[in-house]
C-alpha cells in the first residue's frame, strides 16, 4: 500500500500529518471531522451536518454551534498541517483525497483483486467506525463496511486454499464456522481447506454437520455447491489421506457432536439506523464496469463476478459487465437487472441501456431471495421472515414479510404485489390477485413463480412442481432430481432439477408436467419466453436454447466462467456469473 491514511475513523476520528496526532477536540467537532471525511473533497451543506450531529433534535442554536466547531476543528487541523476545510455555498469542504480517509480507503481496497490491498484493509478494519459510537449516518456504512470486510476475509481464504497455503487457514475458519455454522461459504471453504491439507475425509464431515445443521434447525437443503465442494473434496481423499497432521490444525468435531440438543438457531435482530433511513451506498459507487463492445460486437471475457448480455435469437455474447459483488440471483424489472449478493449482503440494480453506474445497497443480514416490480424490489432478510422494499433509491424498514413468516421466506412479484413462500409451505397472495384465502403446499418451497393470478411453487422433500390458482386443490407434478429453479411465460412453467439433470415443461394449462429433456450439464437456472426456453448450466458452464414447442436445442453458449442465474430481459438473455 501506498503511504498511510492521513485521516482515520475505524477505531475512533483522529488526524496524524508526518507522525503527529492533530489535537482534534473531543465530541461533536471529532464527529463533524468523520461526516466531512467520509465525503472527502466534496462539499456537505450545514442542514446535512446538523442532521447528522444531532439526528432529530437539533437545538435551536444547531447552526451557530457548527461554525463554532469548524474554528476549532480548522485550528487542530492546522497545528500538524493537516488537510484544510474551505467554506461553500451552504456548507464545508474537506480538501483531502479519498485515499487519505481510511474508511475509503478501504472501500477501494476491498473492491479490487490485490492480495496486499484486501490484508491492509481487514488489519484497518478490525476496530469499529468511530470506537462504535451510535451515529446514525454511519449506520449506511457500517453496514456495508460489516459486508465488504466479510467478503474480503472469505476472498483471503479462497486465494490462500487456491495458492496451496490452506495450513495458514484452517484454524481461522474453524472458528469462523463454529461462531456462523449456517454460512455455506464458510463451511465449504474450510472443507476445501481440509482437502488441501491431504484431509478429504475431515472436510466432508464439514459439508455432512452443516447440511444436517441446516435441515435439522432450518428445515433446507443446501446450495448445489455444496454438493460440488463434497465431491471434490473426497476425491481428493480417495487419493490418499496424508498419513500425519498439521499441529497448527486441531481435529474437526463429527457431525453428531456439532448438532448438541437444545442448540437452535436464533434469530438475528436487525438494526436500522433511522426509521427511514436507506442503507444505499453513496450515489454513483459503480457495481459494474461497462466493457467494450456495447455496439453489440462481442466482449472481452469475463471470468467471474459479472454479467454476460446474450442475443437472445443467436446465444451470441454482445455485451459485458464487471460486478463488484458476487451474484446469487437476477429479477428485471422496467429496464433493470435487480441482483442479489448474499455472500456480500447486498443487492443493487444495473440499468444496461445508460452509462451510468448501478447503486447497491447494503444489508445487515445476507439476503435470500429477491423479487422486482416496476422500480421497486423486495427482498428476503436472511432467516428472520421480514422482508425489506428497495424504492427510490431506499431502502426502507423491514417487516413481517406475511403473518405466519418466520424463517427464510420465497418471494415473487407482478403486478397484483408481493407474493410470498414461507418455509412451512404456505403461500400468500397480495390481496389483487383475488384469492380468499392463503394456500398450502407440501414440502419446503425452494422458488415461486407467478403468472395472471396463478403461482407455481417448486418444493423439495417432496421434489415437486405445484401450480395454484387460489383453490382449495393444488396440482402437482412430481420431478426427478433436485428441483434448482422455476420460470412461468405464458401459463406454462418451466423446471429444472439437478442430479437427473433434467428441464421439464407443464401442460398449456400448467396442471401438469408433460415433457421433459435430458440437459448435457449440471442445470443452476432456467428462463422462458412465447416460443424459447434458455437453461443456464454448470459443467459445462454453458446457455442452451430450447423451443418451446419441441424442445429441439436452438442454440448454445459456452460461457467463460460458472453461472449463479440468468433472466430474460427486452430480448437480451442476461448471464451472471459467480
Same mark, same amino acid.
Given at each position: ?48 451536518? &446538523? ?7 437539533? $437545538? ?48 477501494? *481496497?476491498?473492491?479490487?483483486?490485490? &492480495? ?23 449506520? $449506511? ?5 460489516? @459486508? ?9 481464504? *479462497? ?33 476445501? *481447506?481440509? @482437502? ?64 448438541? $440438543? ?5 434469530? #438475528? ?13 453513496? *450515489?454513483?459507487? @459503480?457495481?459494474?464496469? !461497462? ?80 423479487? @422486482? ?16 422494499? &428497495? ?7 423491514? =417487516? ?7 424463517? #427464510? ?24 390477485? %383475488? ?17 395472471? %393470478? ?28 433436485? $428441483? ?27 396442471? #401438469?408436467?408433460? !415433457? ?10 432456467? !428462463? ?6 434458455? &437453461?443456464?448450466?454448470? =459443467? ?23 453461472? !449463479? ?6 430480448? =437480451? ?6
Amino acid at each position: 500500500m501506498a503511504t498511510e491514511p492521513i485521516i482515520t475513523l475505524f477505531g475512533g476520528v483522529a488526524c496524524t500529518v508526518d507522525g503527529r496526532d492533530a489535537p482534534l477536540p473531543s465530541g461533536k467537532p471529532a464527529v463533524l471531522l468523520a461526516v466531512l471525511a467520509v465525503e472527502a473533497d466534496r462539499a456537505v451543506s450545514v442542514t446535512a451536518i &446538523v442532521d447528522a450531529l444531532w439526528e432529530d433534535d437539533p $437545538p435551536s442554536s444547531a447552526r451557530p454551534l457548527v461554525h463554532t466547531y469548524m474554528s476549532a476543528l480548522r485550528r487542530a487541523l492546522a497545528e500538524v498541517g493537516g488537510p484544510s476545510i474551505s467554506t461553500v455555498r451552504q456548507g464545508y469542504r474537506l480538501h483531502c483525497a479519498p485515499s487519505e480517509v481510511d474508511l475509503l480507503r478501504f472501500f477501494a *481496497a476491498t473492491s479490487g483483486d490485490d &492480495v496486499d490491498a484486501w490484508r491492509w484493509a481487514l488489519h484497518a478494519s478490525s476496530l469499529p467506525l468511530l470506537g462504535a459510537e451510535g451515529h446514525a449516518f454511519l449506520e $449506511p456504512l457500517r453496514a456495508r463496511a460489516a @459486508a465488504a470486510r466479510r467478503a474480503t476475509q472469505d476472498r483471503l481464504w *479462497a486465494r490462500l486454499i487456491d495458492e496451496g497455503r490452506a495450513g495458514e487457514t484452517v484454524p481461522a475458519l474453524r472458528e469462523a464456522v463454529a461462531e456462523d455454522p449456517l454460512d455455506e461459504e464458510r463451511a465449504v471453504l474450510l472443507a476445501l *481447506a481440509l @482437502a488441501g491439507l491431504g484431509r478429504g475425509a475431515d472436510g466432508a464431515a464439514v459439508l455432512d454437520a452443516f447440511r444436517q445443521r441446516l435441515g435439522v434447525e432450518l428445515g433446507m437443503d443446501p446450495s448445489p455447491r455444496v454438493a460440488a465442494a463434497r465431491q471434490r473434496v473426497l476425491a481428493n481423499a480417495a487419493e490418499g489421506e496424508s498419513a500425519g497432521r498439521p499441529e497448527d490444525i486441531a481435529t474437526v468435531p463429527p457431525a453428531e457432536e456439532s448438532l448438541r $440438543p437444545g442448540r437452535r438457531h436464533r434469530r #438475528r435482530a436487525l438494526t436500522w439506523g433511522l426509521a427511514a433511513a436507506a442503507v444505499v451506498i453513496a *450515489a454513483g459507487a @459503480a457495481v459494474w464496469t !461497462a466493457g467494450p463492445g456495447r455496439t453489440g460486437t462481442a466482449t472481452a471475457p469475463i471470468t467471474e463476478r459479472g454479467l454476460l448480455v446474450l442475443d437472445s435469437s443467436t446465444g451470441e455474447i454482445t455485451d459485458s459487465r464487471t460486478l463488484s459483488s458476487s451474484p446469487a440471483q437476477l429479477e428485471t424489472s422496467a429496464g433493470r437487472i435487480w441482483v442479489r449478493s448474499e455472500a456480500d449482503r447486498t443487492v443493487a440494480f444495473v440499468d444496461l441501456d445508460t452509462p451510468e453506474a448501478g447503486r447497491a445497497a447494503g444489508l445487515p443480514v445476507a439476503p435470500t431471495s429477491l423479487a @422486482a416490480q416496476g422500480d421497486v424490489a423486495y427482498v428476503a432478510l436472511g432467516f428472520t421472515g421480514e422482508v425489506a422494499t &428497495v424504492a427510490d433509491g431506499r431502502v426502507e424498514p423491514p =417487516r413481517a414479510a406475511a403473518e405466519d413468516a418466520e424463517g #427464510r421466506v420465497t418471494l415473487a412479484a407482478d403486478d397484483s404485489g408481493l407474493w410470498v413462500a414461507t418455509i412451512g409451505g404456505v403461500v400468500h397472495a397480495p390481496s389483487g390477485a %383475488g384469492w380468499n384465502e392463503p394456500a398450502s403446499v407440501e414440502g419446503l418451497p425452494v422458488r415461486l413463480a407467478v403468472d395472471g %393470478g396463478e403461482a407455481w411453487v417448486l418444493t423439495r422433500s417432496p421434489d415437486t412442481l405445484v401450480r395454484l390458482d387460489g383453490s382449495l386443490a393444488p396440482a402437482a407434478s412430481e420431478l426427478r432430481g433436485t $428441483p434448482v429453479d422455476l420460470a412461468v411465460a405464458d401459463g406454462i412453467a418451466w423446471a429444472v432439477t439437478e442430479g437427473d439433470d433434467r428441464l421439464w415443461g407443464t401442460s398449456a394449462d400448467g396442471d #401438469r408436467v408433460v !415433457a421433459t429433456v435430458v440437459l448435457p450439464g449440471t442445470p443452476v437456472a432456467v !428462463a422462458a419466453s412465447a416460443d424459447r426456453v434458455w &437453461v443456464a448450466t454448470a =459443467r459445462p458452464a454453458a446457455v442452451l436454447a430450447f423451443d418451446r414447442t419441441t424442445l429441439e436445442r436452438r442454440s448454445l453458449t459456452a460461457l467463460p466462467g460458472e453461472p !449463479a442465474d440468468l433472466v430474460l430481459e427486452d430480448q =437480451r438473455i442476461i448471464v451472471a456469473l459467480r
